[in-house]
């Protein structure tokens, strides 16, 4: 099947992939009453008295806006926010199917920081949680961060974290099956992005890795290089202490894992058969890899993961977000934080079980109970680390 060429005759004749449904009847005297004026009053002046009784008399508790400015959609970059609709209905589709959250695209005619920022926290009383989407950097960074720090429900930049998640478990199952300790590894990142920036940080911080050499293309992040962004220059101080300088082709000679969202075909067969026995290599440049599957095999890798839905070990994030909120509202979480990610990535890679082979490592992003293991991970590590409203284990 031709995708594109489908996909935009399907769209034509969908006119929208989600819609909004009525969950009360509104057929009758006493129903308009009880849903609409008069009765409405009651809730209403019961928020006023209370307004965490907004998420018990309204919506708001199972309500998710999908954020975008439209300036990194997909591969295709700064499109603007009504060419990044489609994504962002895509997502809302995928919400409502794996976790049962009603979301919504929220497309903002901005790309002013500040203007961001205001604009969504002045809406953020409609809403159980947050997910930003497609939102370029270093700006995104900032978005996300001063969002965490103002709100008290949970916001989530899932091109950063949702993909750290997925990626972390992807590699906790590909070091089970090649044998390998997390402590002793070389990881190489190519794309110094909002999405390399959160797996470089998500595996130091969280999940434990020692060595990692974050690249863009202009070769290997190390401190004093004039090529970077702020942010990359922070990231500089934490990654690749060997100061190693040079191209991807130098950083990934003795690398046990690659992991690309990148660009397509910067990595060659050589690049791979540099690396180290039982190399990991994760290419996740969309909708063409940094190498061809089969390539990376025959150049010796042990195991490959790409973003595709046609290959095998198909690494995505259809496989956070929905069960990831679904376990943060079930429990009124006022935050995302990295207990809960790791839980996330743990309850994906546990999910997988006696099925684990070098050509399944993850779950299948349709298994709906993937999704529930995610959930209930997520749940008991809010409750577990003391961020939900509703539970407290003290």
């Not at 400015?69 to 919400?95: C, H, Q, R, S, Y």
């Not at 006696?354 to 779950?363: A, F, N, Q, V």
Request: proline share 4%.
């Amino acid at each position: 099947m031709d995708y594109r060429k489908e996909s935009l005759k399907k769209h034509a004749e969908w006119k929208g992939k989600i819609e909004t449904a009525c969950r009360v009847p509104v057929d009758s005297r006493d129903a308009l009453s009880l849903a609409y004026t008069p009765g409405v009053a009651e809730p209403c002046l019961a928020i006023k008295e209370d307004i965490n009784k907004s998420f018990e008399l309204t919506r708001r508790w199972n309500t998710v806006p999908v954020i975008t400015d439209g300036t990194a959609i997909l591969g295709l970059g700064d499109i603007g926010p009504e060419a990044g609709m489609p994504v962002m209905e895509g997502k809302a589709a995928l919400f409502k199917a794996y976790g049962d959250v009603d979301a919504y695209p929220l497309c903002i005619r901005s790309k002013d920081t500040e203007e961001i920022i205001r604009t969504i926290e002045l809406m953020a009383g409609s809403w159980g949680g947050i997910n930003l989407e497609d939102i370029s950097g270093p700006r995104c960074f900032e978005i996300e961060t001063r969002l965490k720090q103002d709100l008290d429900i949970p916001v989530f930049h899932d091109d950063q974290h949702g993909t750290a998640i997925v990626m972390t478990a992807a590699l906790i199952n590909a070091l089970k099956l090649a044998g390998k300790k997390k402590e002793e590894i070389k990881v190489v990142i190519n794309g110094a992005g909002a999405a390399g920036i959160a797996i470089a940080r998500f595996l130091l911080n969280v999940y434990g890795i020692k060595d990692v050499i974050l690249c863009d293309r202009y070769g290997i992040l190390y401190e004093g290089n004039s090529e970077m962004n702020p942010v990359q220059a922070e990231m500089a101080k934490v990654t690749n202490r060997g100061m190693l300088k040079g191209s991807l082709a130098d950083a990934m000679k003795g690398a046990d894992v690659f992991i690309g969202v990148s660009a397509p075909h910067v990595v060659t067969k050589d690049m791979v058969g540099s690396m180290n026995d039982k190399a990991i290599v994760f290419t996740c440049a969309n909708p063409v890899p940094e190498i061809e599957r089969e390539d990376a095999l025959e150049a010796g890798a042990f195991i490959v993961g790409t973003g595709s839905s046609t290959k095998p070990n198909q690494i995505n994030n259809v496989l956070v977000f929905p069960g990831l909120f679904r376990g943060a509202l079930d429990v009124r979480a006022n935050t995302v934080n990295f207990e809960m990610m790791m839980a996330a990535s743990e309850g994906i890679a546990a999910y997988v079980g006696d099925s684990l082979s070098t050509e399944h490592i993850l779950p299948f992003a349709y298994d709906k109970g993937a999704h529930e293991a995610v959930a209930k991970a997520v749940a008991e590590a809010a409750i577990r680390t003391g961020v939900s409203k509703l539970y407290n284990q003290h």
